[in-house]
């Protein structure tokens, strides 16, 4: 094919400088399928005819760094970055399922191209000698074909992860498996046991960010429950339910592919009905109900997630996601106001996001699509007023509190009670409500004032205190020593339970 390709320049130096010493060069793999594709390739691998020593010598006056030299890789730095130049090998055993035990330098470019998983990557490309395209790469590009270069099952016990590349291929740019290759995917699946999980975490995130991820995720399920078991029971699991159309597998898939590619909303999808099978119950009138699925689909998501190793930021989000997306948001001001109170804007954006995806999943009810945009909608008329949304927006503080009269733990629950008076009347939120609300409050707290016999030390009064504070009613102890005097703040403090308490660790308690 007489084409030829803008190279940058640092690439086009390299070629030239190889071949005009005698050694065939070539533009290789990822760079040549994205040029044929009609992208713009975003990394450059070359393959040459030159041993690593010679390429070595070739660019001595340049800083290079022994990539790989035991695999015939070396790279060069040019204007400080790396290009990475290989020479033609072909491959032994893989023992270990990834990496090859030993290699052996060739000097023709197709026996290097043999050894390559897919024939969209097996292409090779220099601006004088033109392509080389030995396995029909080009072919199967135009085709939209995924197809393993020779015996497919030899190229997938070789590296189990080429199994997912094939499905991440088809995901992102909506090829086609080819039939033979297809069947080695299923028929090898087990060989994704010998794979690293990160290895497998950054393949599965960009196939479900794929724009055609929900026809990968149907035809090959059984691949994706190899590396997460926990949607198995999922596929093909009726849910006799009027408001499903779709059993749960495809309902999670049409809701996946429902919501933005982002990798953190898609986990979340993936596994918001994973709970589903376990929690199902069918009543008298043969409608299934699954109460309580999202408390299990949260525990499924966590052991998946730790496997997976996702960063600690996308598990937490995505696992907060799952508990809460059967949660409702509001329909009134005033309930959006509480959720955003409870949420923060960032989850209750995602949620409303999940909810969305979650109901065009479902098939059955497009109305409720409808209030979902109607409560996006009306999340964005209350955050436009700007209202009071946490105790740090209150008009009041927690020194006011002490000010006030008020200290230890009961300081938090009054703040909270303002919050939950000014969510529902943002009015509120003025000074002078706020100490009006305070003294409403403070004039509802219990104070109990005991005496306690036994106490004849520091010792003791750190003890009481300590045994005291396991007391949820309990917000604030004070305690004189010489007198024994002990005076209890709180709300419906249960008197019997403090003193058996206390009676129980050796202390009498009078009033």
């Given at each position: 094919m007489a084409v030829t390709y803008h190279l940058p320049e640092d690439i086009a130096a390299v070629l030239e400088r190889l071949e005009a010493a005698g050694y065939a060069s070539y533009v290789v793999g990822g760079a040549v399928r994205d040029w044929l594709a009609g992208g713009q390739p975003h990394d450059y691998d070359l393959c040459t005819a030159a041993l690593p020593r010679q390429v070595k010598e070739l660019f001595a006056d340049q800083?290079?760094?022994?990539t790989g030299m035991q695999?015939?890789?070396?790279?060069?730095?040019?204007?400080?970055n790396p290009i990475e130049v290989t020479t033609f090998r072909t491959e032994g055993k893989y023992s270990d399922g990834r990496r090859p035990d030993a290699v052996a330098f060739v000097t023709e470019i197709e026996r290097d191209l043999a050894r390559r998983d897919f024939t969209i990557n097996a292409m090779a490309w220099n601006p004088v000698r033109g392509f080389c395209d030995p396995f029909g790469g080009q072919r199967d590009l135009q085709a939209g074909l995924i197809r393993c270069v020779g015996d497919p099952d030899t190229r997938l016990t070789e590296d189990g992860l080429r199994i997912l590349r094939a499905l991440r291929f088809a995901a992102q740019h909506g090829y086609r498996v080819e039939d033979e290759t297809a069947a080695a995917l299923h028929r090898n699946k087990a060989q994704l046991a010998h794979v690293s999980a990160e290895r497998i975490t950054d393949e599965l995130l960009q196939i479900l960010c794929g724009a055609h991820v929900g026809v990968v995720l149907m035809?090959?399920?059984?691949?994706?429950?190899?590396?997460?078991?926990?949607?198995?029971?999922?596929?093909?699991?009726?849910?006799?339910?009027?408001?499903?159309?779709?059993?749960?597998?495809?309902?999670?898939?049409?809701?996946?592919?429902?919501?933005?590619?982002?990798?953190?909303?898609?986990?979340?999808?993936?596994?918001?009905?994973?709970?589903?099978?376990?929690?199902?119950?069918?009543?008298?009138k043969g409608i299934g109900h699954f109460y309580g699925h999202p408390v299990l689909s949260h525990v499924l998501a966590e052991q998946a997630a730790k496997r997976l190793r996702l960063p600690a930021q996308t598990e937490e989000q995505m696992l907060y996601l799952v508990r809460h997306h059967d949660a409702p948001l509001g329909q009134i001001p005033k309930h959006v106001r509480r959720k955003l109170?409870?949420?923060?804007e960032?989850?209750?954006?995602?949620?409303?996001?999940?909810?969305k995806a979650d109901c065009i999943g479902q098939g059955t009810t497009p109305g409720n699509l409808t209030?979902?945009?109607?409560?996006?909608q009306l999340l964005e008329q209350v955050l436009a007023e700007q209202s009071c949304l946490t105790r740090r927006d209150l008009a009041v503080n927690g020194n006011d509190l002490i000010a006030w009269g008020i200290k230890g733990r009961?300081?938090?629950?009054?703040?909270?009670?303002?919050?939950a008076q000014v969510l529902d009347h943002p009015e509120y939120n003025t000074r002078e409500k706020l100490r009006e609300i305070f003294e409403q409050l403070r004039a509802q707290d219990d104070c109990i004032e005991l005496t306690v016999n036994g106490m004849s030390a520091g010792s003791c009064v750190r003890k009481i205190k300590k045994l005291l504070s396991d007391i949820p009613q309990v917000d604030t102890v004070d305690i004189t020593l010489d007198s024994g005097k002990v005076v209890l703040y709180g709300q419906k403090i249960p008197?019997?339970?403090?003193?058996?308490?206390?009676?129980a660790a050796g202390f009498e308690v009078v009033l």
């Open positions: 800083h290079v760094v022994e695999h015939g890789t070396v790279s060069i730095i040019l204007h400080g035809e090959f399920s059984d691949i994706i429950a190899q590396i997460l078991p926990e949607i198995t029971p999922m596929i093909g699991f009726a849910q006799h339910n009027p408001y499903h159309r779709y059993d749960v597998w495809e309902h999670t898939v049409r809701a996946v592919e429902s919501i933005r590619p982002d990798p953190m909303l898609r986990l979340a999808v993936l596994f918001h009905d994973a709970g589903k099978p376990g929690t199902f119950s069918m009543d008298e109170a409870v949420h923060g960032q989850n209750f954006r995602a949620l409303l996001a999940v909810k209030e979902l945009l109607q409560q996006e009961a300081i938090r629950r009054y703040l909270a009670e303002m919050l008197f019997e339970q403090v003193q058996h308490m206390l009676a």
